[in-house]
């Protein structure tokens, strides 16, 4: 079985501030760790992924995750939050030889001006 | 279209009826995946094909739903007697599956559906 935890269904943070979305995951063997963003009105979109390798990965729009395989954890982060990241961030996990991708709840962030 | 295309993107219809929810992937790819997503709540997986074949099937809520997929493309899903509680948005997505391990899933806009 393979699960998902994203334990805060709401994270606030004013802007120009460093931002953290938690995840935590739980599966059988190697992960591959995914976060998606969806704004308002639209479809999700994928922001990055780690399969393997370093740890620290870079995705879309500044954002970047740590792999922590100790702790079961892949946080989404971002040096310095802007408005427009207003919006509901997914963390999701699948494993090698299975295509079915797992999400968690999602956490809404709002960038406070 | 260079994405994925769902319609019709918003459907109501009354507590009984049958719905039938379309998928079109992009071209190439060759895993889809049903998702749902209800008002407040996270992605809920229902289904995946690779290929036309559904390996697995374990997140239908109950035998009121199904899917197909015909000639590695379009898919559709099939809600047979809704009910209240089936409405929510359907999401559809595909990759490159198994042909590119890890690949990212692309996801369409969704269906609403309202079931009064």
């Known amino acids: 079985a393979q699960s998902v935890a994203q334990p805060e269904d709401q994270v606030n943070v004013a802007e120009g501030n460093p931002l953290t979305v938690k995840c935590t995951y739980s599966v059988s063997g190697n992960p591959y760790l995914f976060w998606y963003v969806q704004y308002p009105n639209r479809g999700l979109q994928f922001l990055l992924k780690y399969i393997t390798g370093d740890n620290l990965v870079k995705g879309s729009y500044g954002f970047e995750a740590e792999f922590n395989k100790s702790q079961t954890s892949f946080h989404l982060k971002k040096p310095s939050a802007l408005v427009s990241d207003s919006a509901l961030y997914f963390c999701?996990?699948?494993?090698?030889?299975?295509?079915?991708?797992?999400f968690g709840t999602g956490t809404r962030l709002t960038i406070i001006p | 279209g260079a994405g994925v295309s769902q319609s019709p993107s918003n459907k109501v219809t009354e507590k009984g009826k049958d719905v039938e929810l379309r998928c079109d992937p992009i071209?190439?790819?060759?895993?889809l995946y049903w998702y749902r997503q209800s008002l407040g709540q996270g992605l809920e997986f229902l289904i995946y094909f690779q290929g036309n074949s559904a390996p697995d099937k374990s997140g239908l809520p109950s035998d009121r739903f199904s899917a197909e997929r015909t000639g590695g493309s379009v898919s559709t899903l099939t809600i047979q007697r809704t009910q209240q509680e089936d409405s929510a948005v359907y999401l559809c997505?595909?990759?490159?599956?198994?042909?590119?391990?890890?690949?990212?899933?692309?996801f369409g806009n969704g269906t609403r559906l309202t079931v009064t």
């Open positions: 071209s190439g790819h060759t895993a």
């Open positions: 997505a595909s990759s490159l599956g198994s042909q590119a391990k890890s690949s990212p899933l692309h």
């Open positions: 999701a996990v699948r494993i090698f030889g299975n295509e079915k991708l797992t």
